[in-house]
């Protein structure tokens, strides 16, 4: 079974502070992803990578950066935490090709910016 | 960009009632159509998908339709049960492309009554 491994499932931090959100994947998967789930305003894309160092920007990618330094591996940094990136942080995985959409979800980290 | 509207935003009915979640799509190019329940506290997992070259897909109590003409699909859950409690997510995406990007809709709450 594919994991997906969020390093933490709850976050606390101060505005400004520099965050950093892990995860790791053990199949394998080509594509990760990086979503924010807010209340009433499902999943939205932040970033993406289909490759080692390869990053393309979702649909809310301000105040976001990410890094793939290696296969199984994407991060996803808040350089200036700000209140309104309060929110729950779901990082999923998936094989390339046309055969294999469908995406693995880690647990999600609950990030709170005070 | 592709945009995906789901509704209703919450559903409730009885136990043994059919249930029935509808999401339209923008863009004709998208061919893949995946739908994920997230109980409270779980990561989002894939219950159905549904491809453009076919029109319904069944898979016990749960179906999927599609019509590509009017750009909306819905998920069909007959029989309920309280276990079908949770929030359902539509998604729409192209899978030729690299990566797997898959918009979401905004989601549905079903609540199941016994």
Known sequence: DVKVTQSSRYLVKRTGEKVFLECVQDMDHENMFWYRQDPGLGLRLIYFSYDVKMKEKGDIPEGYSVSREKKERFS??????????????????????TSNEKLFFGSGTQLSVL | GENVEQHPSTLSVQEG??????????????????????????????????????GEKKDQRIAVTLNKTAKHFSLHITETQPEDSAVYFCAASIRDTNAGKSTFGDGTTLTVKP
């Open chain 1, 76 to 97: 996803l940094i808040l350089e200036s935490a700000s209140t309104n990136q309060t929110s729950m942080y779901l990082c999923a995985s998936s094989l390339r090709g």
């Open chain 2, 17 to 54: 009632d059919s249930a029935v979640i509808k999401c339209t799509y923008s863009d004709s190019a998208s061919n893949y159509f995946p739908w994920y329940k997230q109980e409270l506290g779980k990561r989002p997992q894939l219950i159905i998908d549904i491809r453009s070259n076919v």
